[in-house]
């Protein structure tokens, strides 16, 4: 009998969407091969007091109470010699954790979906602690100096642009392979065959997993537009935000329906009109996939800006930069029904399965071994 594959996959619940991409990777590869032993671990899930827990809590409260804190901090980790030593702190504090986790599973290899265990991981191979393949999938679509480590084996991105960027920061080229980001399949079963902008009118507005990004704001200047039939609101797991919403909308113009964490995402884009969202990289191609037009708010400086300018750039969305003028950009696309079909035609020509092409080339890696 052959060995079976035991493969480990890590992600970090800093948002939903390292997660999601996890998952995708998870479930496809069990589909394909159920006899794998595959442990998907997400690298942050505490809730003791810890290391883990302050740098996960510190994060996401950087980033939805001090954003421009968050952008100064970005930018200068991005610099070779600031974020190479901003990095390395952060994988020696983790290492001791991944060794653990190493020796537990003894995979065959390790996928991450986030830089931070990865940085930990690439220490331990750095220090010949462990031999094990190490496989980063980057969510976003711009490449960010956490991310760069000789001791990875093999990167799965996105987009052209960012071999490029992987190449000049030193990356060998034949690790690098333009994959895709892995969507769940719920999204493919959900893709629109054609898109019609449907009436009643229905916006959804999503603020990532953690529900951060001015959900108040967004919902008050969308209940201005006069166009929409019926606003529906995802706030992740953020509770207190969705009992804050709930009350709001009882208060508003348009008919509004609220979400906690849901599983009917995919769903819920299908039926839309229009997805009105923080252009997180799992979001977004999570669009892509289904087809639905978008419009895009309070993008996190750094990585969901350079979401939020590939996907305007290839025509599947328009990026609201200020928040403010968020009504009018969503007001002139429901006035041209013609320009959301464009958007969704545009975006049904993206043919790339991500978590197929991930799971081809991690199999390809391990027959190289």
Known sequence: MSKKERILIVSASIGTGHTQAARAIEEYWAAKNPDAIITHVDFLDTNSFSFDNLLKETYIKMIDVFPMLYDVIYRLSQGDKKGS????????????????LINREQPDVVIFTHPFPCGAACILKRQNLIDVPLVAVITDFQVHQFWVYKQIDAYYVGTSGMVNELC????????ITITGIPVRRSFFEHRLTTYKPSYPVKVLIMGGGLGLGCLETALQRLDEVSGID???????RNADLYEG??????SMRTPTTVYGYTLEVAKLMQEATLLVTKPGGLTCMEGVTVGVPMV???????????NAT????????RWARDIHNLDDVVTVLLNNPER???????????????????????????NRR
């Open 230 to 236: 019926e606003l529906i609101v995802i706030t992740g």
């Open 340 to 366: 959301l079909e464009q958007m969704s035609a545009q975006e049904l020509t993206w043919q790339i399965d991500g978590a197929a092409n991930i799971v081809l080339e991690t199999k390809k890696l391990l």
């Open 310 to 317: 590939f996907f305007e750039q290839q025509g599947y969305a």
């Open 85 to 100: 030593a901003v990095q390395t702190a952060l994988a020696w504090m983790l290492k001791r954790r991944m060794l653990k």
């Open 245 to 250: 919403l709930v009350t709001m909308s009882h």
């Open 168 to 175: 000049e920061a030193g990356i060998a080229a034949h690790k």
């Open 296 to 306: 895009f708010f309070s993008a996190i400086p750094g990585q969901e800006e350079g």
